[in-house]
């Protein structure tokens, strides 16, 4: 890479300016600059872009500004950044690089713009000067640009130019079918022509969701551009991420979904569907506004609104024990996001506020609900504060904290339905502006990319689509970003267990696809498909976003878990039947320990097993047979020793007493697994290195434990040591229509 200058005027200002960033924010700033002026990474095409990948609020815009500030040293003279078709975003984004850059600014050495709002005409004196275009993806907004570069000064397009795609794979990605051909869609389309009318461009794409980037061929034959511009990378420059943040892997990883108590379980919290159905539209047959605080329909809520309050109390108290002088000014969001709809955010409105202002109502006095209430939400933070070594505020001074806060106004609730109020809402740092010390936001759609909600503690999410898409249900996770492990403490998710199961398998596909690209390779990873006759085959990764999917990782159990049995009449005989063929299948004498059976065995078993269990009790909670069976075919292939292809381990444990229901205390409502790390888990990183595993634990089934007093048996599937990390789409459809 060429050495770069890094004491011209512009970046030693800014760095000096930014003394408080992290140092390899700077270092990955240079990196950058050094990468999309070396001719050499892109000599197979001088039209890849670049790639700066971060996490979900973890500094993206602080490193492409610092990008900004070493290409002005070093021969750009105009950058363009492209943001999310939102106007918020733009005058955050203006406001953002105008105050970081104030000085050239004041200097007359460089001028900021809002392409909405250029002059009809630049003199040359001003053309002299370094630009900065804030340009949002929109039709308008791309043809203004265009029209600057080739009709109004078109010596702009002869100078060096930076482009940075915001949120790249927002709007920038698009294709569809047209009389059998794929079309660039007018977005992605005007981009390519802009890249193309410009003499010197570079382009870097930044994103926290890459995947429709990195999922995109090499090339692309689109009939609709005469000069195709490609959007695959050709680099890629992580964003740092310093200590202090959280993100998916915290909410959703490993710990978050063990088997050992720790903050990370803390954290989640089940909504059920009728709930939700319920937060749609105002129904008196589902609950009256007057019976908020006791009816049984939408108790998630209600302890989520409780929850943050006293979640809140417990970090002032908390300050106020330490002598922080400003403990009185703390202040907190939380976020609900369940629909899209604005007459759904209305209702919402109204039951949040019918919740607090009942709350307040019942905290004159001694009032056993609220009460109630507020007891148990003490004994739900003070759980994982404990487990975070902080002290425990007292329940007399908690409940005391509440009653205030209620009494005295402090808690307000927003709805948020449009760009122009998220726009009027934000302060000068570009997140919604905290107006009380309890902030409570209601809305959509407008409440994801680019908007940040300051000390999140609370957020009740309840999205519902047929076909979680990867990049959109991220970028909805405004709970991620820089937060002291104190308000992690008392933090809640409260959602659906599918999409909770949906949010663990993106935070799979998140690190898998992350992993890859950081190495260098996205070709690392295995994506692979079953075929109508059952046999696994290799699909193509630009196709995986818009399928179902599931990552196989190394000893990454698939368990199913919520269900229930069918009647003893429906399964008595085949229980005894799968007993006979297991006591068949196991010739040695000794029980305990894993025996290998052909993978057709495998299969009839799990085949065997799914007719006996059902979720008719709890719809909310699914499991994929489709996905474990073509799991088994795949893992099961792998071993290079020809004698072990087609085989699976097999172990079994009998007379277990797992129950159905967690604990009263516990953060889940069903027992999500029937083996455990240290005994099976042990067993199955011996056994099952090449080798897949199948688990089946004999149940007892009784009625005492929340079964239908019938014995059954519960299986867990367990990828080998040795598994390639592959990604499986149940289902692939061509984006433009056609079935693959």
């Known amino acids: 890479m060429p050495a770069i200058n890094t004491t011209g005027d512009f970046y030693p200002a800014y760095r000096s300016k930014n003394a408080h960033f992290d140092v390899e924010t700077f270092a990955c700033a240079e990196r950058t600059v050094a990468r999309l002026l070396d001719s050499s990474t892109r000599a197979d095409d001088p039209a890849r872009p670049g790639m700066l990948l971060g996490k979900v609020q973890s500094g993206k ?49 460089l001028d900021v ?19 900065v275009f804030v340009v949002k993806k929109e039709t308008r907004n791309l043809d203004r640009l265009k029209t600057l570069f080739q009709t109004n000064a078109p010596a702009l397009a002869t100078k060096r130019v930076l482009i940075i795609d915001d949120e790249a794979d927002y709007a920038s990605v698009g294709f569809s079918r047209k009389a059998g051909e794929v079309n660039a869609n007018t977005i992605t389309r005007k981009i390519s022509e802009l890249r193309t009318l410009l003499k010197a461009p570079a382009f870097l794409q930044v994103t ?69 159905d319920a937060l ?3 129904d008196a047959r589902r609950f009256k506004l007057a019976e908020v605080l006791i009816t049984p329909t939408i108790p998630a809520l209600r302890h989520a609104i409780v929850n943050f309050v ?10 106020k024990a330490l002598g922080k002088a400003d403990w009185n000014r703390l202040k907190f969001s939380f976020l609900m996001h369940t629909e899209q709809k604005m007459t759904a955010h209305h209702w919402q409105e109204k039951v949040v506020e019918e919740i607090v202002l009942q709350l307040k109502a019942a905290s004159h006095g001694s009032n056993p609900v609220f009460d109630g209430l507020v007891q148990v939400s003490h004994k739900d933070l003070a759980e994982s504060v404990r487990l ?34 998220v726009a009027q809402m934000l302060d000068k740092s570009g997140q919604l502006k905290l107006r009380c010390p309890f902030n409570i936001f209601i809305g959509g759609q407008v409440l994801d990319r680019g908007v940040t909600l300051n000390n999140l503690i609370g957020f009740y999410y309840g999205r519902r689509p047929q076909k979680f898409q990867q990049d959109t249900v991220l970028q909805h996770s405004r709970m991620f970003g820089y937060r002291p492990a104190s308000d992690v403490a008392v933090t809640r998710f409260y959602t659906l267990n599918s999409v909770l199961r949906a ?53 990454s159990p698939l368990r199913p878990f919520g269900f229930q049995t069918g009647y003893k009449t429906q399964i008595e005989k085949t229980i005894l039947a799968l ?36 979720w008719d009790d709890d719809p909310d909670y699914t499991f994929d047979w489709n996905t474990a069976r073509a799991a088994l075919r795949f893992l099961s292939r792998l071993p290079n020793a020809s004698a072990n292809k087609g085989k699976v381990w097999l172990l079994v444990r009998k007379d277990r007493n797992n129950g159905r229901f967690a604990s009263v205390d516990a953060h889940a409502k069903y027992i999500g697994n029937p083996d455990t790390r240290k005994t099976e888990g042990k067993i199955a990183s011996d056994h099952a290195v090449d080798n897949p595993m199948l688990m089946l634990f004999r149940q007892n089934g009784t009625e005492a434990i929340g079964w239908r007093g019938t014995p059954f048996y519960w299986p867990v599937l367990y990828p080998p040591v040795n598994t390639p990390t592959s990604i499986y789409a149940e289902e692939v459809d061509d984006p433009a229509g056609a079935p693959t």
């Not at 002290?391 to 709805?415: E, M």
């Not at 299948?585 to 052909?598: V, W």
Request: aromatic fraction near 8%; include cysteine; charged fraction near 25%.
């Open 310 to 319: 006293v979640g809140g109390c417990i970090r002032r108290l908390q300050a």
């Open 61 to 109: 815009t602080r490193t492409f500004i610092s990008i900004i500030a070493v290409a002005f040293d070093n021969e750009f003279d105009v950058a363009i950044i492209l943001t999310k078709n939102s106007t918020a975003l733009v005058q955050q984004t203006q406001q953002r690089v105008g105050s970081e850059f104030e000085e050239f600014v004041v200097a007359d050495a």
């Open 388 to 421: 975070q070594g902080d002290a425990v505020p007292s329940l007399a001074d908690v409940t005391g904290a509440v009653r205030q806060a209620l009494t005295h106004g402090h808690v307000i609730t927003t709805k948020v339905n449009s760009e122009e109020e």
């Open 579 to 614: 007993d006979a063929k297991l006591e068949l299948l196991h010739s040695p004498a000794d029980d305990e320990k894993p025996y290998l059976i052909p993978i057709e065995e495998a299969l009839a078993i799990v085949d065997t097993i799914e007719r006996t269990v059902n």
């Open 503 to 555: 949010l663990f398998d993106i935070e799979d596909f998140d690190c898998t696809l992350r992993s890859a690209v950081a190495s260098g390779n996205d070709h690392a990873v295995q994506f692979i498909r079953q075929r109508g006759d059952g046999t696994i085959v290799p699909c193509s990764p630009n196709k995986i976003l818009i399928s179902r999917t599931k990552t196989l990782r190394p000893l």
């Open 280 to 282: 749609k539209k105002s």
């Open 208 to 276: 926290a969701t890459p995947y429709s980037l990195y999922l995109q061929p090499s090339d692309a034959e689109v009939p609709n551009v005469l000069a195709f511009k490609p959007v695959r990378p050709a680099f890629t420059e992580l964003v740092p991420v310093p200590t202090g943040y959280v993100g998916g892997s915290f909410y959703f990883g490993d710990k978050a979904r063990g088997e050992d108590l720790c903050v990370e379980k803390c954290l989640h919290h089940d909504v059920s569907e009728r709930e939700l």
């Open 113 to 131: 713009y809002d392409i909405m709002a250029i002059p009809a005409h630049f003199a040359d004196y001003e053309l002299g000067k370094k630009l």
